[in-house]
């Protein structure tokens, strides 16, 4: 696999035009299948950023806010969102198709053989083998971050916001809610008084 | 079975509208209702099933459709996705037709700019509450610790990581 993120710049113009909705729900499927528990956030980014193009990191980043902003799976809402900017509404039902439609295969069928397995020999290890990718999927979502901070956040300020929020939410465990309600208002101020450089 | 499919139905109806932050927040609530008030499933069962949801490829909220089977087979896990996802995808569809229309408005440029370092919090934020939310032994710490490492510097296939990953685990049994 090539860097292909070596010399983009991070403010890159959205592709002008929109792709065809095969190739969202292509796009969406590689996304469902590459993306494993709290990796899938990662998977998208690098399907829809880094591979096609679709948005730039600024665009990517308010969508993953908005859709962590209203209720539901983080996930899903961005592929809704991401499926909706770029064909609206086909657009929006190709990206939830594609996204679930493989997982949702795979899911009962691991589940029935869950299900068979109840009580027999090797139900421990496959229950091990389980924790061990759940254990990678977590490492996937810390890379994830670590990726987009280099690339995304550049000053002080924003640094500072960005350090609040992952401590008070991650390990502090406030509820999101009062987190967002303080650090959205504190972030839009930032913005705002600080023009772009 | 239709009074346990309109059981199945309500409760994730409920769930849906209540998981701000991602569907792993209702989790816990999601165990509650399962386990403790409807005695659908043990604990034990509801953790394994949480395990599958999060090792298998896609969203995890998908869990939904293994809690549906079990309680009414194939028509408990339609009933299932289709209320758990709904509400929020349509909520979702308007916010971001609103957010498609403010086009390149100045609103819009000032809003992109504070959200992305809370977008890039809240994804350090999700990965630190799935580490403290499960029972990570010593071998699972360095597990995570190499893979975000590998996932955050090289440019590694995710699958290579994830089979390694399941492999080392086996390897020093837990």
Known sequence: ?197 | MTQILLQLASLFVVLSVLAFGGGAGVIPDMQRAVVDTNHWMTAREFLDMFAISRAAPGPGSLIVVLIGQKVAGPAGAAVSFVAMFTPSCVVIFFVSRIWHRAGQSAWREIVERAFAPIAVGLTFASGLVLLRGSEHSLASYAVTVIATVAFAFTEINPLFLLGGGAAALLALGG
């Open chain 1, 1 to 197: 696999m090539v860097d292909r993120e070596a010399g983009i710049p991070t403010l890159r113009a959205p592709t002008l035009s929109p792709p065809a909705l095969s190739a969202i729900f292509v796009g969406f499927v590689n996304i469902g299948l590459m993306g494993f528990g709290g990796g899938l956030t990662a998977s998208v980014r690098r399907e829809v950023v880094t591979r096609r193009g679709w948005l730039d990191d600024r665009q990517f980043l308010s969508g993953y806010a908005l859709s962590q902003l209203v209720p539901g799976a983080t996930n899903i809402n961005l592929a809704v969102f991401i499926g909706s900017q770029l064909r609206g509404l086909a657009g929006a039902l190709v990206a939830f198709a594609g996204l679930t439609a493989p997982p949702l295969v795979i899911m009962l069928t691991l589940g029935a053989l869950y299900f068979h397995m109840q009580g027999h020999a090797g139900a421990e290890w496959f229950s091990i083998g389980l924790s061990g990718m759940g254990a990678v999927a977590v490492g996937l979502n810390l890379g994830t971050g670590i990726r987009l901070a280099r690339r995304n956040i550049r000053k002080l300020g924003p640094a500072a916001i960005m350090a609040t929020v992952a401590l008070s939410t991650g390990v502090a465990g406030i509820p999101l809610v009062y987190v967002l309600a303080v650090m959205i208002p504190a972030s839009l101020l930032l913005a705002w008084a600080i023009p772009r450089s």
